[in-house]
Nanobody
Framework: QVQLVESGGGLVQAGDSLRLSCAAS????????MSWFRQAPGKEREFVAT???????DYADSVKGRFTISRDNVKNTVYLQMNNLQPEDTAVYYC?????????????????WGQGTQVTVSS
């Protein structure tokens, strides 16, 4: 069992940056692939970024070059650095985890989810 607590969301202007944090509690954090998904009003939850136990990342095309996912296996924390935010990035951002070694991109491949944190980007 893993519990995930997110922080760092907020209201920013286009072009600004935010860093989201996800603190995990549970056994053997380093055994989990971690990811970020997001969901905008009226839309399905979509993949944003994932990172394996040994820090191999993967990104959705819409955020490549702007977002960076990272993890600290000592602090049991995963981060999402978001630069040059745009209004289309507005969504609730969710941290997720699953046991494994691959860069999973489907939401139904993940077992544990955080409560979500709101990111709003104004024009």
């Amino acid at each position: 069992q893993v519990q995930l607590v997110e922080s760092g969301g907020g209201l920013v202007q286009a072009g600004d940056s935010l860093r989201l944090s996800c603190a995990a509690s549970g056994r053997t954090f380093s055994a989990y692939t971690m990811s970020w998904f997001r969901q905008a009003p009226g839309k399905e939850r979509e993949f944003v970024a994932t990172i394996t136990w040994n820090s191999r990342p993967d990104y959705a095309d819409s955020v490549k070059g702007r977002f960076t996912i990272s993890r600290d296996n000592v602090k049991n924390t995963v981060y999402l650095q978001m630069n040059n935010l745009q209004p289309e990035d507005t969504a609730v951002y969710y941290c997720s985890a699953r046991i494994g070694t691959y860069k999973y991109r489907r939401d139904d491949e993940y077992d544990y989810w955080g409560q979500g944190t709101q990111v709003t980007v104004s024009s």
